[in-house]
């Protein structure tokens, strides 16, 4: 079968200045084990042409446990339940920085994010200004989810949505994502042969998400879902998503002119404000408010606060200043925002005016459960 290189005439890459690089495990994973720097030195050489030109990269790399496995393969004991995973991780997180740090002349940062530190505005905040300063020092970040202590990581999370977190947090203009695989394709090309590699995508729809496949191999964590989930999230946030084959030089050196062989996941509308995409696009706490037809009416308008008298009540584990979903009385989701009030206090306050927080708690943090400059409504499709 043709490769995509052949397949898909060139085209130009949108217009950048700063871009996100996604690097998944199996550029880096070694045959026998280990990293290799076999797909590596390509697109550190793209990340040295950009650099050259004035351009900022953030890469965010996988291969910390595949590096650390390959540290120990000599153990047959070493598991692979979670906790030997984090092991792992923190094993192969040098030998991942090391490599990249001798396939490049910049200096090279490691940045370990938890989705803790995505979820607290401070911590949130915090992560932006320093990957912001190690951009302005001429510093290339590689950003990695902190597996070493965040259990939910490894079971649920991926760099391809990490990456377009990342993206948004340093205000990219593209996201750009390595795989082994060439672009998306019309269907499996591992299964059917009449699968064919599409150039644009305007936007993703259910029938573009129906095309992804799961992962290629037992290295990495995601598949081209995962992929589509990442552009879903940068495109919200106004950024355009390429899709390429880390494997295959020529694709990668055509980035440095601006060409791209692969896809362009387009990012219709203008940017989001960027706190309201946090909101949306943050891990929330593990609790729910839950609203009353009348708040989920109000919320609807996208100027309104959630005032305790519309809390039909709160469940789960979440404190003051944490990130939480409001969902209806149905329990689907209708919004997110930062809770002024922690979970015990909201169920104490559900149902009664702003006016009795005082007499109710014994203080008060405000008026309003959740401040609408701290919400962001979810498009769900539910009807007011």
């Not at 890459?13 to 045959?31: C, E, H, I, T, Y």
């Not at 129906?210 to 999230?233: D, F, Q, W």
């Not at 494997?247 to 362009?264: C, D, I, M």
Request: aromatic fraction near 4%.
């Amino acid at each position: 079968m043709m490769s995509a290189f052949d397949e898909l005439p060139a085209q130009a890459l949108p217009p950048w200045r700063r871009a996100v690089l996604k690097v998944g495990s199996n550029l880096l994973a070694a045959d026998g084990g280990g990293l290799t720097p076999r797909f590596a030195e390509a697109l550190a050489a793209f990340v040295a042409a950009s650099h050259a030109e004035g351009r900022q990269v953030v890469l965010v790399s996988s291969g910390a446990v595949a590096a650390g496995r390959a540290l120990l393969r000599e153990r047959s004991t070493v598991g692979r339940d979670i906790a030997a995973r984090q092991a792992l991780a923190a094993l192969g997180q040098t030998p991942m920085i090391a490599l990249w740090q001798s396939l490049t002349a910049q200096s090279v940062a490691q940045v370990l994010l938890t989705h803790d530190d995505l979820r607290n505005r401070r911590r949130y905040l915090n992560a932006r200004a320093t990957l912001r300063g190690l951009l302005a020092l001429d510093v290339l970040p590689v950003v990695n989810e902190n597996d070493t202590v965040a259990v939910d990581e490894l079971k649920l999370g991926d760099n391809d949505n990490l990456a377009a977190i990342v993206a948004a947090l340093v205000d990219a203009d593209l996201l750009l994502i390595a795989s082994d695989v060439e672009a998306l394709y019309s269907a499996d090309p591992r299964r059917d042969p009449l699968a064919r590699p599409i150039a644009r995508v305007e936007a993703i729809s259910s029938e573009v998400m129906a095309m992804a496949g799961g992962s290629g191999s037992n290295v990495g964590t995601g598949g081209m879902r995962t992929k589509l989930e990442a552009a879903t999230k940068a495109a919200a946030a106004g950024i355009p998503t390429v899709l390429f084959s880390g494997r295959h030089t020529a694709t990668v050196q055509a980035l440095a002119s601006g060409r791209l062989h692969g896809t362009l996941i387009c990012a219709p509308g203008g940017r989001m404000q960027a706190r309201k995409y946090w909101l949306r696009h943050a891990p929330p706490a593990t609790g729910h408010i839950h609203i009353d037809h009348g708040a989920v009416q109000a919320l609807a308008g996208g100027r309104a606060s959630l005032l305790p008298g519309g809390i039909l009540g709160a469940d789960g584990e979440f404190q003051r200043g944490d990130l939480v979903e409001i969902v209806d009385a149905a329990g689907r989701p209708v919004a997110r925002g930062l809770s002024q009030y922690a979970v015990a206090e909201v169920r104490r306050l559900a149902g009664r005016h702003s006016r009795e927080i005082e007499t109710v708690l014994g203080y008060s943090h405000g008026a309003e459960v959740v401040h609408r400059d701290d919400l962001a409504t979810l498009d769900t499709g539910v009807i007011p």
